[in-house]
């Protein structure tokens, strides 16, 4: 399944409509800069603080050798070099808190963690354990008459009340994506053993099926990151949530160039590098870069702008569209079947950067030589 992701999807998919403009479905309304805003639109002015984490991704890469401090002046703007771990020296940008099974912060070490309460988006994450219920070897399948299906261990542990609660439920996709720790390399498990003592390199399921194949909903690959689909029958790992849901929220700006995402507190140009807004819309074609050239494109500290984190790009993907791509053709018109560069590069092996696919939805690593569309974002 990895290589299939990591080779197939750039190489074939992209050669069958790279560089074709794809027109906003006839089901859909094109967003107009002075129009209504869509539907879960919201005033920048009372934008809330953002609920999003950071990668995890602390240093640089130049290309040859990853690890290195950043910034690179050759290779600026990378992943390492903004968000709260640039901030915070020797963190990576996380804000966890580990609970007893009363739903209580445990503040002794050598007590086992029920949950751990996310303090950046509020979530709190069921922990697992050797055997019984929560047992972190049990996988489950996303099929309703199979009667090993998640939704047993939902019902269950609702019925339980883990750590005090009885809503817990399956994540959306940008909810799981958001607790991997990208910094941490193949094999995994993609978040801190001393939080999440047991866990399976693999995949774990979202709750998020695919708008356009609702046969098949979004995992997130736990041994590296990779976000991907499978179908219902499959049997994954489960890690369960609670808590408000996290959900783009946007707004668009005046001269209806940019939209703002309250969740995420970011910014995006509508209109991917090479295409111009018209005041309608997106006209041209998108232009193509490598890696490094996408880096070089822009100067984050003298326009604002940059390039999108792995985790950023992805937020963007809109796993209930029944369009023709994974992304809102009212937020982002006139949208292309490509895969977009992240600034964030692939921690066990210098040659790969991860980029985001907008037919699929799927984020995956692939050669920095390959080239990809880009969409820069700046923060609120």
Known sequence: MMPFISRFIPRTCRALLTGLLLNTPTWAATALPSAPQPADAVAASALPRPRFNDTGITLCSDTHYYGIPCPLSLYPGQDGDHGRDAANPGQTGFRLTRLDARGKVIRQAGIAASCVRDEVTGLVWENKTASGLHAVNTRYSRQR???GNAGTLVRQTNAEALCGYRDWRLPALMELQSLVDYGIPFPGPVQAQTLFPLSLSEAYWTGSLDGR?????????????QVY?????????VRLVRGRPLKSRWSVSPDGAEVTDATTGLT???CAEGMRWNGNGCEGYPRYFTWYEALQWVVPTETG???PNVKEMSSLIDPSSRGILAMNPDIFPQMTNDM?????????D??????????YGYAYFTYLEDTGALRLVRDR
Do not use: M
């Open 145 to 147: 008459t199979d009667p």
């Open 213 to 225: 194949q609702p046969d098949q909903a979004y995992v997130v690959q736990w041994d590296d990151g």
């Open 229 to 237: 689909r499978d179908s219902l029958g499959a049997a994954h790992a």
């Open 268 to 270: 995006w140009k509508r």
């Open 305 to 307: 702008w940059r390039v």
């Open 340 to 348: 977009f560069w992240t600034s964030s590069p692939y921690t066990l």
């Open 350 to 359: 210098t040659f790969y950067g991860w980029v985001v696919q907008s037919f």
